[in-house]
């Protein structure tokens, strides 16, 4: 079992910056691959980032590549998501979630969700 709780959203202007943390806790996190995605009111869950066990490898959406990174850090159990350049169709809940496997696996289907946080991008 892995536990995921998100922090880090608000409110921001158009143009700026948020880093979303996922705190992880239970066994193994560091074997997880590791993964961002968000949801709308109204639309459906949409991919936003990817990331290996290893932070060797990453994917991203269309939507937010060049203006997101993802990163993790193993020994501190934490995923993170530095988003530039937000705009306002970048207003969602954003979730983390965990499956082993590549990136696509948790692209596609993850074992393991979190609460999730909302990012506010006012225009």
């Known amino acids: 079992q892995v536990q995921l709780v998100e922090s880090g959203g608000g409110l921001v202007q158009a143009g700026g910056s948020l880093r979303l943390s996922c705190a992880g806790s239970g066994r193994a996190f560091s074997r997880y691959a590791m993964g961002w995605f968000r949801q709308a009111p109204g639309k459906e869950r949409e991919f936003v980032a990817a990331i290996t066990w290893s932070g060797g490898n990453t994917d991203y959406g269309d939507s937010v590549k060049g203006r997101f990174t993802i990163s993790r850090d193993n020994a501190k159990n934490t995923l993170y998501l530095q988003m530039n350049s937000l705009q306002p169709e970048d207003t969602a809940v954003y979730y983390c979630?965990?499956?082993?496997?590549?990136?696509?696996?948790?692209?596609?289907?993850?074992?393991?969700w979190g609460q999730g946080t909302q990012v506010t991008v006012s225009s």
């Open positions: 979630a965990a499956r082993q496997g590549t990136t696509a696996a948790v692209r596609v289907d993850p074992d393991y």
